[in-house]
């Protein structure tokens, strides 16, 4: 059955660093999307992307985030100069369209110290 | 945006029961859906279910457009049912913009 795929599964950065989070998307969907959930809180939404431009973002989503699809299977999402508070659990999904099922990757967990 | 509460927020059963875990929309959505957390932190798809009835296995889940609700049941619990399961409705845009209610933490003892 086809599934999100991302890597890593896990990474810790130094404060101030930038971080590559990549995914997979499912090889037919065109929508693709990034949750962020806070340990112990809710999944919350980043961004949608579709036909290579954001589509929405969030008010969590700043200048400190970006999003790209360099080639026709990655999509991945940058964080630019990480804080300690970036850390939680980052998970990629994607769709055939923007009104049907998400499926989600089983998630980056990122840690800044 | 839409608001999403979830009840109860955590439930403690034996194995063997049945339960029932409910989630409210403050308005109408055209995307529902349904998800189990497990302990390693992965988001599993439970059910696409903006309205109508569904069933797989041992859970089932409803959604009643017009009244803005859905139910998901879980009959004869196992261990394995442990976890937190989240519903996230999409109220239009048609981007997709998954807004998750905080949860149900759910512990099934043996």
């Known amino acids: 059955e086809p599934e999100v795929t991302q890597t890593p599964s896990h990474q810790v950065t130094q404060m101030g660093q930038e971080v590559i989070l990549r995914c997979v998307p499912i090889?037919?969907?065109?929508?693709f999307y990034w949750y962020r959930q806070i340990l112990g809180q809710k999944v919350e939404f980043l961004v949608s992307f579709y036909n290579n431009e954001i589509s929405e973002k969030s008010e969590i989503f700043d200048d400190q985030f970006s999003v790209e699809r360099p080639d026709g299977s990655n999509f991945t999402l940058k964080i630019r100069s990480t804080k300690l508070e970036d850390s939680a659990m980052y998970f990629c999904?994607?769709?055939?369209?923007?009104?049907?099922?998400?499926?989600f990757g089983q998630g980056t967990r990122l840690t800044v110290v | 945006g839409i608001q999403v509460e979830q009840s109860p927020p955590d439930l403690i059963l034996q194995e063997g029961a049945n339960s029932t875990l409910r989630c409210n929309f403050s308005?109408?959505?055209?995307?529902l859906q349904w998800f189990h957390q497990n302990p390693w932190g992965q988001l599993i798809n439970l059910f696409y279910i903006p309205s109508g009835t569904k069933q797989n296995g041992r859970l089932s889940a409803t959604t009643v457009a017009t009244e803005r609700y859905s139910l998901l049941y879980i009959s004869s619990s196992q261990t394995t049912d442990s976890g937190v399961y989240f519903c996230a409705g999409d109220s239009g845009g048609g981007y997709n913009k998954l807004i998750f209610g905080a949860g149900t933490r759910l512990a099934v003892h043996p």
């Open positions: 999904a994607s769709s055939v369209s923007g009104t049907t099922e998400a499926f």
């Open positions: 308005d109408s959505v055209n995307n």
């Open positions: 090889s037919n969907h065109l929508y």
